[in-house]
């Protein structure tokens, strides 16, 4: 866990990008990224998790948001010169996005917030962990009890590797943060033939 941050500040910050999140539950996920190299966020919208993503980046680090809109986010490259900020516009489930999106691999972080209909949440969870740091990589997973389609893949996440998992929840039945730490889950989970 990082010492040097100041999660108030950067709380407040992060509200300047209309941050969609419930602040105990990101700040419960960014408490556990230990000075990333590259992060990968699926779904940008405002900014709000590029910004704190950009704020706990090690010197010389790279974030990198995909979403299909066009960038709503201002100045953003601008908050730490040190970092990278890359956006790509597209589907995360697009061949030509994930293709551009892996030349930056391999991410220690990704955070997956984009789309949430049926399997889409599966399929970003499937197309990147093989570029993920299996050592140290943390997947963070949004709206695990707010919508079907990542309650059904952190469901299987936490049965699949349980130990390898953490969660918070602060509304019963509302939004929610799960965490997976690769360097804690089973083998099998990086096996193309299983069912996930
Ligand atoms: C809940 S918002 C993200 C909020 C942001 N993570 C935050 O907390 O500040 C969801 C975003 O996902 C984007 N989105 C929708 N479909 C997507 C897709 N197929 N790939 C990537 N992003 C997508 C939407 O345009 C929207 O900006």
Known sequence: MSTKIDFESLWLRSLDYRIQQI??????????????????????????????????????????SIDPLPPRVKDLENERPSIKYSFLQGGSQESYIIQKAVEYAPFDVLFIDGEHHDDSPTQDFKNFLPHMNRKTGIIGFHDIKGKKSVVEIWSKIKSISPGATKELVTTPGKNGIGIFFLGKAREEIYLKSYSI
């Open 23 to 64: 602040m105990e539950e990101w700040l419960f996920f960014l408490s556990f990224l230990e000075e990333p190299k590259t992060s990968l966020e699926i779904g940008a919208k405002y900014g709000g998790t590029a910004f704190g993503l950009i704020k706990v980046s090690q010197e010389g680090g790279h974030v990198i």
